[in-house]
């Protein structure tokens, strides 16, 4: 089993949904970004998913547009980021790392190397955003070829057919955009979505995390009661803006992160 299937199955026995936390690489720079990604774990995050920072986001709001500039500002490039995840490797073998962004850094890097260079660092699945189902072919070739999980995005828009269409292929797990709009949107009503929802899952025994709009405890209890994971990115990076040349503000942090948690486990 891929570190992502160990960490759904073992919450599937332990009653609960995911934490699953969005932060992006690089932001504010590799030193603090790094000090971060190492304490999440511990600070209750389940699944990690590290944003690769580029020029033009498409599916982002202001709060992650603003983390992506300012990790490019840094000088945050591809290798940084798989350099990230190799160190985070050194203290934690078990918490799955996805890497999330767009194709473009990717393609530049290539597909072939870049899927042997991020399995190699202890990377487990990707979610390309601006990567339908009809054009990853090239990629899901090469990054299957390393065990690298295709992680696919559904949208409340998505019937039977599309979903079809969205299964084939998709790996790890699903990662459902709750809302029509860009991240740190407002939350969607969970019970506008649970028919969706149960109409997923019948088609699939791969876990659906929602995100997009998830701030709080309660937005994460709430999602997390129809879905196997929730995903938080923008209440986070939004905390990190904030974090200071020293990184004494990295605690507000992982503060919001273990509410988070705690809330879940609930």
């Known amino acids: 089993m891929s570190r992502i299937e160990q960490r759904f199955q ?6 609960r949904s995911a934490l699953v936390t969005f932060i992006m690489a690089g932001d504010p720079d590799y030193v603090r970004c790094l000090d971060v990604l190492k304490s999440l774990p511990e600070a209750g995050a389940d699944i990690i998913e590290l944003g690769m920072p580029f020029s033009d986001p498409a599916a982002d709001g202001e709060i992650i547009q603003f983390a992506g500039q300012r990790a490019l500002k840094a000088g945050t490039k591809m290798r ?18 996805i890497l999330m962004g767009y194709a473009n850094p990717i393609y530049t890097y290539g597909l072939g190397e870049f899927s042997r260079d991020a399995r190699e660092a202890g990377v487990d699945g990707l979610i390309i955003v601006d990567l339908p189902p009809e054009e990853d072919a090239p990629l899901q070739k090469v990054a299957k070829a390393e065990g690298l999980d295709i992680i696919r995005l559904v949208t409340p ?25 860009v991240t740190g949107a407002a939350v969607a009503n969970t019970q506008e979505l649970k028919p969706h929802i149960e109409m997923i899952k019948s088609a699939t025994d791969l876990p659906v995390a929602i995100g997009f709009g998830i701030k709080t405890p309660e937005d994460a209890v709430s999602m997390g009661k129809i879905g196997d994971g929730v995903v938080v990115g923008s209440a986070i ?30």
Not at 10 to 15: D, I, M, R
């Open 10 to 15: 073992a919450l599937k026995e332990e009653g």
């Open 80 to 97: 940084h980021i798989l350099q990230m995840v190799t160190e985070f490797r050194v203290g934690d073998a078990d918490t799955p790392i």
């Open 157 to 181: 828009t998505a019937d039977e057919a599309r979903l079809k269409v969205i299964l084939e292929g998709a790996s790890g797990f699903l990662y459902y955009v709750s809302i029509t709009g």
């Open 237 to 266: 990076v939004d905390k990190i803006k904030n974090i200071g040349d020293n990184g004494e503000n990295v605690k507000t942090v992982l503060e919001l992160v273990g509410s988070l948690s705690n809330a879940l486990r609930v």
